[in-house]
């Protein structure tokens, strides 16, 4: 806001000073040409320009700073050693269950021999049930209505005593079974949630050092911005610096040479002999009437406007005046 006050005082300025100019007759053209061409008003432009881009720079370097504390905030020490501390505690738990799984694991394949040898057995027993009772059921069949003799019943009593006593032995080797397979899948029950435990146990280490080497990336990046947003604040407060105290080299004045003739100066011209008096040509003075009115009208367009710098021609109208 002050900068466009700042400019718009200057402008009132150019205003004023081109009127001046104008009432003094000094041609617009002319004033214009020489303040836009002065290199104090270039070097004001320079100034101002380079000011803004240090305000700039200097905030830019504000806010990078904010940045980075915000970051060094979130990537303390504490809150690293924090983390840790819980991916040192995962791992730890990751490390007993995949050791717990390991050795769970080495025990399945004896596990599943058992299982196999008592299948083995109980098929073996159940063959031999069954081969009995077919056994005595083909004698039966072969007595038919006849009265069997004492030889047939006593075979035909000892079969029944030998199925009895297979299916007792069936029956027990279906329990071994029975039991060897609860045990199979029991461990394998074990070693599968060891190794989900192992698995949860990782995802956690995996996200802990995620969040860790994210916030060490952000403190790095916020670091670096930081550092080049220094960098840019000290090129700008250079630049200003410089602009505010440019080094200006006065032209040399040219010296004629000596032997070189000088304009002779021109005379007014006589008034005609009927009067005796010094009276300029009628076309002069509507020449300076015509640039009066001109210089009204157009300084008070350009006093509006105010779209010159105002110190080349303030110093032309004050030495127009003097």
Known sequence: MNDILARRARR?????????????????????????????????????????????AYAAMQEALKTLEAAKVAASP????????DIAAFQEIYDMVVTEAAKRRERLPAMQANVDAAQAKYDEAHSRTSGLQAELDKALEALGDEEPSTA??????????EIMSAERREKSCEDDLHSYRRRLESQERQVQDSESEAEEA?????EDIAKRDALLDDLKKAQTAYDDACKAYEEAKAAADKAASPEITKPTETTPPSGSAQPTETTQPTGSSATGKNTPPSSTKQANSSSG???????????NTGDAAPSAIALAAVAAAG
């Open 12 to 56: 009132a300025t150019v205003g004023i000073a081109l009127s001046a100019a104008l009432v003094a007759g000094i041609a617009p053209v002319t004033a214009i040409a020489a303040e836009t061409s002065s290199p104090t008003g270039a070097v004001a432009l320079q100034t101002e320009d380079a000011a803004a881009a240090k305000e700039k």
């Open 78 to 85: 504490e809150k690293l050693a924090a983390i840790d501390d």
């Open 152 to 161: 047939t019943k006593e075979h035909i009593k000892q079969l029944r005593r």
């Open 202 to 206: 990782k995802a956690h280490i995996d």
């Open 293 to 303: 009115k001109q210089a009204d009208t157009t300084a008070g367009k350009l006093a």
